[in-house]
């Protein structure tokens, strides 16, 4: 019988040190003013407040200057896709939402608040996030299963004139096309040159799809659990509909494996397995990113035989392409200019500015910066703000 947390002791939990290090939780909230005597309670709350509250009521945009809301993202998931452990729920989620806002803060100042929600339907996630919204200066979607999520982003994006991202596609895309970039340059190609097989049609996978598509990759084939995606297949949703207009100019069909013969690059994020085989069928100075976890597509030691470039989503091994390295400064970059939401050309900005960092140290084992590496955050954060700005969607 499974021991469970509620079968033995705390005490007893507390000797794996993962329980221990989350003993209380990883996250608290501590005042940024003092509170010593009774002048400053009168200037911190009432009655001083009162005057803040009614500037605020005549020129709502005061909030941004005169409260935390433009320093602060909401992180929000309903539980149904967490990590590689699929829908355990809300509070089982509250762990990883906590580390995401710990990162948040750690690596770009953004202080960040774990919401996890206690529904999965779409219209009841819009509502409850849009009615949150005026206490947030950005949106960070987590976790949430595919496709629920492509409509829930799409729909706050629409209602609301602050940053929505969904970190789960488009953290992964930024890191994902910042290597893909520096691995064609290692191996003396560009985007345009590459013919891409990417494994998965979920949040990552179309994400990663439609940056690669926006940043001008040559080709790129998608495969789901029953094959390549492609125009006139049956039963496709219409987010496979459309990357079925939109990828496989080559009109390829069959498996993943099959559509790997003579690619420039594989990504994978679909916790599938490909065989040795497939990726010794690749064209020379292949390019693999093996992104699932823990569990690779292919082990890394077996794709390195036959590729160039091996990436990972672990951090056991070179190259790995993590979150971390994108949103931080995502938000960071968003909410200095006070941006109305995130382009598809800020986006592309952050993977840009995460590629230069690497810089003339390009290798193949280093194609993609370390997570704490100084430089990320405030290069991707320049870039964002940059961009925003050229966008027309920066208020500052």
Known sequence: MAVTPSSISLEALDLDPAFALHRGGKLEIRSTVPVRNADDLALAYTPGVARVCTAIAEEPELVNDYTWVSNVVAVVSDGTAVLGLGDIGPAAAMPVMEGKALLFKQFAGVDAVPICLDCTDVDALVETVARLAPSFGGINLEDISAPRCFEVEDRLRELLDIPVFHDDQHGTAIVALAALKNAARLTGRSLGDLRAVVAGAGASG?????????????????????????????????????????????????????????????????????????IASMAPGAIVFALSNPTPEVHPEVARKHARVVATGRSDFPNQINNVLAFPGVFRGALDVRASTITENMKVAAAEALAAVVGDDLSADYVIPSPFDERVAPAVTAAVAVQARADGVARL
Do not use: M, Y
Request: negative net charge; aromatic residues 2%; hydrophobic residues 40%.
């Open 206 to 278: 179309v994400a990663v799809s439609r940056i690669l598509l926006n940043a001008g990759i040559g080709d790129i084939a998608v495969s789901d659990s029953k094959g390549l995606i492609h125009q006139g297949r049956d039963g496709l949703n219409p987010v496979k509909e459309a990357l079925a207009r939109d990828t496989n100019k080559a009109g390829l069909r069959g498996s993943t494996e099959e559509a790997l013969a003579g690619a420039d690059v594989f990504v994978g994020l679909s916790g599938s397995t490909v065989s040795e085989q497939a």
